[in-house]
């Protein structure tokens, strides 16, 4: 099949996807698409983000959905409201000739009342985040009884962000005798269980494998101490013109820091995290995509669902623990067959994070040196340069009777003076501005070698508190709806983070039908700390004691 008009897909579904601009299927959907079409047993289908998911399980359905009936035939739960749009947008536009069809959306950070009055249109097919469609089970809201196929879409990523108990939960309301289809990007233990207690002799589907990512994106990293990182990124920044980015952060705290640091000094910028509201995460996104900022600040969980395939740049800002989240992460630039380049940003340190990041996924990461002022302005010229040149529409009209007589000037004289205007601010910022080693080594006084000795074992402490949430030995600015937790196991009972969810799920789950905000955690040798929403201070309290962990007691304290 190596195009969609030899599948046996609808004559109305092919009119939509051709129009769309769809010719030759992807791997995962020339595989996909003729299993649904004739098979009847669940699967599992493992492949990349980006790799054309949503139209592998959506249009075979679309094909064999029953649109006389208006009970819902179709669930697909995702993990992120962004994403959950999305695959709404999507199916409704491949559904776009099949008027009898229809597709509701619900997700949290939106009004109940108006998503439970869409239903009342009664659409076939259901798309949906699990905490919102759990709430409208509870309202009896939803009825499932009558389902032919429920799809998992990330559900790596759902059972990350701590939705396994929602995920059972569902699956119990749903009818034996459905299809069902889990999509995700990993195979992890918990995605192997769910498969095994819900999905009845899977066929698989694996396409491609976490290397896949490196075919057309260039990797990088580049060394900086903890002070020096901000100047390190603008420089990054600066010596890569005209880019459209991605920089991804470990907390929300420094993807705002790092954000209002690329405000100030004039960039179009903007911050992507938890702690926004849904109306300021709405806007922010639709800047982004409307290319308004084109340097978007996130963390990894935000940045879910943000449906871009123009990025030319990733910056890893802080690396990630889980070698498949860089992956993920630069996956993101190199889309639709153009070229992307990922940048990591390390400390020192984090040389050994590094190099197992390189030892599992096998991607080629070459060092650079972060440019020194003289780098950037020659990249800057050369990106004034490929602006000039590059193709694009005439914006207004103007008389050539305004252009002066520049007969006096050589083209070398006319060229020089345009780029010293273009690039005088940022001339003036970079004059003398060497390697910043260079920068760091001239800025000893008479007891140089000490002084830089005390320095770099400053920065390395101040690097170690910064990691777990402390600055010089005071506890960081918390979220102050947030209570910091002392929890008794650690790396050597073997506790993950994945754990550590499960359990502030398990411990905060019977108050009501809200759900419980948690904050950082932080998993050390021998014992841990995690941040749990004030209001289920007490239930964290009193429920963990009672549990326990692989055969070990549990307890939890506030921290001081």
């Known amino acids: 099949m190596n195009l969609f008009t030899e599948t046996n897909l609808s004559p109305d579904i092919l009119k939509a996807i051709g129009e769309l601009g769809y010719e030759s299927p992807t791997e995962i959907q020339k595989q996909t698409i003729p299993f649904i079409l004739s098979d009847i047993r669940d699967l ?47 199916i409704k536009n491949y559904s776009k000739y099949m008027q009898n069809i229809k597709t509701t959306a619900v997700y949290g950070g939106s009004s ?22 759990i709430d409208l089970i509870n309202r009896k809201a939803l009825d499932f009884s009558a389902i032919h196929w429920l799809v998992l ?11 396994k108990d929602e995920l059972e939960t569902i699956l119990s309301e749903t009818p034996e005798t459905k299809q069902t289809f889990l999509f995700s990007a990993t195979m992890s233990k918990e995605v192997e269980r769910i498969s095994k207690n819900y999905l009845t002799k899977p066929h698989r589907i694996s396409v491609g494998s976490i290397n896949e990512v490196k075919k057309n994106i260039k990797h990088e990293y580049y060394v900086a101490g903890y002070r020096q990182k901000k100047e390190a990124l603008k420089r990054l920044i600066d010596s890569n013109p005209n880019q459209y980015s991605i920089i991804f952060c470990r907390t929300r705290m420094e993807t705002q820091e790092v954000a209002d640091f690329l405000m100030q000094n004039g960039y179009a910028a903007d911050a992507l995290h938890g702690d926004l509201s849904q109306a300021q995460r709405d806007t922010v996104m639709k800047k982004f995509r409307l290319k308004n900022i084109d340097i978007l600040v996130a963390t990894d969980v935000a940045a879910r669902g943000l449906d871009v395939n123009s990025l030319t740049h990733v910056i890893h800002y802080s690396l990630p623990d889980d070698p498949e989240v860089f ?55 050369g990106g004034v340069f490929e602006s000039l040149f590059a193709e694009h529409e005439d914006y207004f009209d103007f008389d050539d009777a305004l252009i002066p007589d520049l007969s006096e000037f050589t083209k070398e004289e006319l060229v020089h003076r345009l780029l010293q205007v273009q690039l005088k601010d940022l001339a003036v910022y970079y004059k003398d501005r060497h390697d910043l080693l260079e920068q760091k080594l001239s800025s000893r006084d008479d007891d140089g070698s000490r002084r830089d000795r005390r320095d770099r074992d400053r920065d390395r402490g101040r690097d170690r508190d910064r990691d777990r949430g402390e600055r010089s030995g005071k506890p960081r600015r ?46 050390l040798e021998k014992f841990s700390f995690f941040e749990v929403e004030k209001t289920f201070k007490d239930n964290v309290l009193s429920n963990i004691p009672s549990m326990k962990f692989k055969g070990k007691d549990m307890r939890a304290e506030v921290a001081n």
């Open 327 to 381: 992956v993920h992460r630069s996956g993101r630039t190199g889309r639709a067959g153009k070229d992307g380049i990922s940048m990591a940003l390390i400390k020192p340190e984090e040389s050994r994070k590094l190099k197992q990041i390189k030892s599992v996924t096998k991607i080629e990461i070459i060092e650079g040196k972060v440019p020194t002022g003289d780098a950037v302005i020659k990249a800057q010229v």
């Open 478 to 523: 918390r979220n102050e709806n947030m209570v910091r937790f002392f929890f008794n196991l650690g790396k050597k009972d073997q506790l993950k983070k994945l754990d550590v969810l499960e359990i502030i799920n398990k411990a905060t789950s019977g108050k009501g039908k809200k759900r419980a905000e948690i904050g950082d955690i932080e998993i």
């Open 44 to 90: 599992i289908a493992l492949a990349q983000t980006g790799t054309g998911k949503t139209a592998a399980f959506s249009l075979p359905i679309l094909d064999m959905i029953d649109d006389t009936s208006r009970k819902i035939q179709l669930l697909v739960l995702c993990p992120t409201r962004e994403l959950c749009l999305q695959i709404a947008k999507d």
């Open 153 to 163: 879409d990330e559900a790596d990523e759902m059972l990350s962000m701590g939705f």
């Open 112 to 133: 109940i009342m108006e998503q439970i009055r869409s239903l009342k249109d009664k659409p076939q097919i259901i798309v949906g985040t699990p905490g919102r469609v």
